[in-house]
């Protein structure tokens, strides 16, 4: 069964992902920033670091978000970012922060499916995800539409959280992500069921060796899982 966030709902996982980032949307990059003590912005940067030597002149951002990712990839000197998400209200605010910054004539915030990319074959040079495939209803086939659009030799990024393994690392992650972040989150976001699906879809995500193996499945090769931070995430490189 599908880890959801509202689980008394009906509805399925993606329409759930996107109706709850809808919800914490105009609180969510203080959210994020605040509760990973900013360790997130540095995970970013090093991930983009990664495609430095590729120059990827068109780069698609699936689960956008806000943009921090889109925003963290203008180091690369793209012609053009594309950023897309399933939430209106993430994209809105993403839109926002792209106007203030100058930057909304390069990068491009678009409604998009991540299983169902609007885009021809062969279209991007690289392809970025921060913390978002674990939100894909189905993550073969969203993985899957992501190679189809990237050139041959396109490279993927994914950041996402995995689970860490040795002690004490393992035990106070743990402590955090279920009993102190579900209060933090719920306060402040005023979303009972957002930071409490956090854990829960973290906890149900094949990290590691598993995601690598899915990534191979669906296309890509050459792939790489490098731990950041005592493996509190990683990021995936895969290459088509």
């Known amino acids: 069964m599908a880890v959801v966030p509202y689980k008394e709902k009906e509805t399925g996982k993606k329409e759930q992902v996107a109706e709850m980032f809808n919800n914490i949307s105009k609180r969510y990059d ?44 203008l180091a690369l000197n793209p012609d053009r970012i594309v950023g897309v998400d399933i939430s209106s ?61 990237l050139n041959t030799g396109g490279k993927i990024v994914v950041i996402e959280f995995s689970r860490p393994r040795r002690f004490p690392m393992k035990q106070l992650y743990n402590f955090y992500f279920k009993s102190i972040l579900p209060i933090i989150g719920k306060v402040i976001s005023k979303d009972q069921s957002a930071y409490t699906y956090l854990p829960e879809s973290v906890e149900a995500f094949p990290d590691g060796q598993d995601f690598l193996d899915i990534l191979t499945e669906v296309g890509f090769k050459n792939v790489e899982c490098i731990p950041l931070t005592f493996g509190i995430s990683s990021i995936y490189i895969g290459q088509k």
């Open 89 to 149: 209200g993430m994209l809105e605010m993403g839109r926002q922060k792209m106007k203030k910054k100058g930057v909304d004539h390069i990068i491009d915030m678009q409604m998009g499916d991540s299983e169902k990319l609007l885009f021809d074959d062969n279209t991007f040079d690289a392809a970025i995800v921060a913390f978002g495939v674990r939100n894909f209803e189905n993550l073969k086939k969203g993985l899957s539409d992501m190679c189809r659009v």
């Open 30 to 73: 203080f959210l994020n920033h605040f509760l990973s003590l900013g360790i997130d912005i540095l995970w970013r940067k090093k991930a983009i670091r990664l495609l430095k030597k590729d120059q990827p002149k068109q780069i698609l951002d699936v689960a956008t978000g806000t943009g921090d990712f889109a925003i963290e990839a």
